[in-house]
């Protein structure tokens, strides 16, 4: 499967080397590059990718804010790829809408790894969107909780739980941003609830162990799509022969 990515570094040695040996470990994926943040952005504009390699350390803005500023707009996969990594780095990555983090080595080897990880990235970025995507269309058929609810004050996101506590979700730079986050984390949260109080295993879950047995991608949305189908029937049946117990926290 071809896969477009966007290399980011502002090293023409280093877009070089990881362009020779990506193309060697895969030569499936289609790559192209910019040398600063800002020819980044631009691209982003311009094309669409299925992934996004960053170095971290350059003189516009690093990695983290840049990828913070794509996140505003694109939920595209996003790779952390740092020759000046520590764990903080790695830990704080995920904040700023990181999907996944990868230290330079000096053994071209680890450029199988990279290969790899964006492989992986974008197949779990699919898998997940093939699962929201399926969520959102069945939620009406759906006996969703009442609470968590999401409120958006400013530009600040918060969570009210049902004891009526609020929980600080996080700020975005503008308040139209707030409010279509505070919409998908409403529903992706009482997603999670109704998830946790009905089923015994996740579906995401379940899609994962499928991609490490080697089903391929294209066959998961069928999967989803049955698998959805097959729990709500049972759920149904459950529920109509009054089998459920209390799992409320």
């Given at each position: 499967?071809?896969?477009?990515?966007?290399?980011?570094d502002d090293e023409l040695d280093q877009l070089e080397l990881m362009k020779l040996y990506l193309d060697e470990y895969d030569p499936e994926l289609k790559l192209d590059s910019?040398?600063?943040?800002?020819?980044?952005?631009?691209?982003?504009?311009?094309?669409?990718?299925?992934?996004?390699?960053?170095?971290?350390?350059?003189?516009?803005?690093?990695?983290?804010?840049?990828?913070?500023?794509?996140?505003?707009?694109?939920?595209?996969?996003?790779?952390?790829?740092?020759?000046?990594?520590?764990?903080?780095?790695?830990?704080?990555?995920?904040?700023?809408?990181?999907?996944?983090?990868?230290?330079?080595?000096?053994?071209?080897?680890?450029?199988?790894?990279?290969?790899?990880?964006?492989?992986?990235?974008?197949?779990?970025?699919?898998?997940?969107?093939?699962?929201?995507?399926?969520?959102?269309?069945?939620?009406?058929?759906?006996?969703?909780?009442?609470?968590?609810?999401?409120?958006?004050?400013?530009?600040?996101?918060?969570?009210?739980?049902?004891?009526?506590?609020?929980?600080?979700?996080?700020?975005?730079?503008?308040?139209?941003?707030?409010?279509?986050?505070?919409?998908?984390?409403?529903?992706?949260?009482?997603?999670?609830?109704?998830?946790?109080?009905?089923?015994?295993?996740?579906?995401?879950?379940?899609?994962?162990?499928?991609?490490?047995?080697?089903?391929?991608?294209?066959?998961?949305?069928?999967?989803?799509?049955?698998?959805?189908?097959?729990?709500?029937?049972?759920?149904?049946?459950?529920?109509?022969?009054?089998?459920?117990?209390?799992?409320?926290?």
């Amino acid at each position: 499967m071809s896969l477009k990515v966007l290399l980011v570094d502002d090293e023409l040695d280093q877009l070089e080397l990881m362009k020779l040996y990506l193309d060697e470990y895969d030569p499936e994926l289609k790559l192209d590059s910019a040398t600063s943040p800002n020819e980044a952005i631009g691209k982003l504009k311009q094309n669409e990718y299925d992934c996004i390699v960053l170095d971290h350390s350059m003189p516009e803005m690093t990695g983290l804010e840049l990828a913070k500023k794509i996140r505003e707009t694109n939920r595209i996969p996003i790779i952390l790829y740092t020759a000046r990594g520590s764990e903080e780095l790695a830990s704080k990555s995920f904040d700023y809408g990181i999907d996944a983090y990868l230290r330079k080595e000096p053994d071209p080897k680890h450029f199988e790894t990279l290969a790899k990880r964006i492989r992986r990235s974008v197949e779990k970025y699919r898998m997940e969107e093939l699962a929201r995507v399926s969520f959102y269309q069945n939620e009406k058929s759906i006996d969703l909780p009442e609470y968590p609810k999401v409120v958006v004050k400013g530009k600040a996101i918060y969570i009210v739980h049902e004891d009526g506590k609020e929980e600080f979700w996080g700020e975005e730079e503008r308040r139209s941003v707030a409010l279509q986050a505070a919409k998908e984390i409403e529903l992706g949260l009482k997603a999670i609830k109704y998830g946790k109080n009905f089923l015994a295993d996740s579906l995401n879950e379940l899609m994962y162990d499928l991609m490490d047995l080697g089903i391929p991608i294209e066959y998961l949305d069928n999967i989803i799509e049955k698998g959805y189908g097959d729990i709500k029937d049972l759920l149904y049946k459950l529920a109509n022969e009054k089998a459920f117990v209390d799992t409320q926290d």
